[in-house]
């Protein structure tokens, strides 16, 4: 399988100056038992590298798919700011990655799991993102949720990983299988040792 497309998982920790400052980040914070010296990631997103590559900019761009709370499913064009967000990157197939595409554009619109968020902490209780198709209604995710499927549509996670994970556990169980990234298209970095 030739790796020709890169995605990048985009993680925010409990101590970005981008989070607004509400009781469900310190609560995603307290789930995730971070502390002051290691504050746990509590937000996700998937970027889509484009395939021209990423630029020597400030900021790393490209269609990114997630959602947060009370909103739906977005895949748009977004910016990230190098200070504020932590890169995971990885080489994919075109296949793989025109499936991850593919499945984050039939899932846009799609409703906030709040029923699966509050009830994260009891994995038995809390529903999944297809549970609420029982009822006719459509999926609903939260933020690793909808990263962790799309990551199973490319397979690249096992069907058998679990479809509900904290952020901050999705970030350590992705630290094997991709590479740190400052986001920069290293090609177009010139060293200069002197």
Request: hydrophobic content about 40%.
């Given at each position: 399988?030739?790796?020709?497309?890169?995605?990048?998982?985009?993680?925010?920790?409990?101590?970005?100056?981008?989070?607004?400052?509400?009781?469900?980040?310190?609560?995603?914070?307290?789930?995730a038992?971070?502390?002051?010296?290691?504050?746990?990631?509590?937000?996700?997103?998937?970027?889509?590298?484009?395939?021209?590559?990423?630029?020597?900019?400030?900021?790393?761009?490209?269609?990114?798919?997630?959602?947060v709370?009370?909103?739906t499913?977005h895949?748009?064009?977004?910016?990230?700011?190098?200070?504020?967000?932590?890169?995971?990157?990885?080489?994919?197939?075109k296949?793989?990655?025109?499936?991850?595409?593919?499945?984050?554009?039939?899932?846009?619109?799609?409703?906030?799991?709040?029923?699966?968020?509050?009830?994260?902490?009891?994995?038995?209780?809390?529903?999944?993102?297809?549970?609420y198709?029982?009822?006719?209604m459509?999926?609903?995710?939260?933020?690793?949720?909808?990263v962790?499927?799309?990551?199973?549509?490319?397979?690249?996670?096992?069907?058998?990983?679990?479809?509900?994970?904290h952020?901050?556990?999705?970030?350590?169980?992705?630290?094997?299988?991709?590479?740190?990234?400052?986001?920069?298209?290293?090609?177009?970095?010139?060293?200069?040792?002197?």
């Open positions: 399988m030739s790796s020709t497309h890169q995605i990048m998982l985009c993680f925010v920790r409990s101590d970005s100056t981008i989070l607004q400052e509400s009781w469900l980040n310190r609560a995603a914070s307290w789930l038992g971070g502390t002051a010296e290691h504050p746990p990631y509590i937000h996700t997103e998937l970027l889509f590298v484009p395939p021209e590559g990423l630029h020597n900019a400030d900021e790393v761009s490209g269609q990114a798919c997630s959602i709370y009370n909103g499913v895949l748009h064009r977004k910016r990230f700011s190098r200070s504020e967000w932590f890169f995971r990157s990885m080489n994919v197939s296949q793989q990655y025109d499936n991850m595409l593919a499945f984050c554009k039939q899932r846009v619109g799609e409703p906030f799991n709040k029923m699966g968020y509050f009830l994260a902490w009891t994995p038995l209780f809390a529903p999944r993102p297809s549970f198709t029982w009822f006719g459509s999926h609903r995710w939260y933020c690793s949720e909808i962790v499927a799309a990551l199973k549509s490319g397979g690249v996670l096992p069907s058998t990983y679990p479809s509900a994970v952020p901050n556990t999705l970030y350590t169980d992705m630290l094997n299988r991709t590479m740190v990234d400052c986001g920069r298209n290293v090609n177009a970095v010139t060293i200069s040792f002197g």
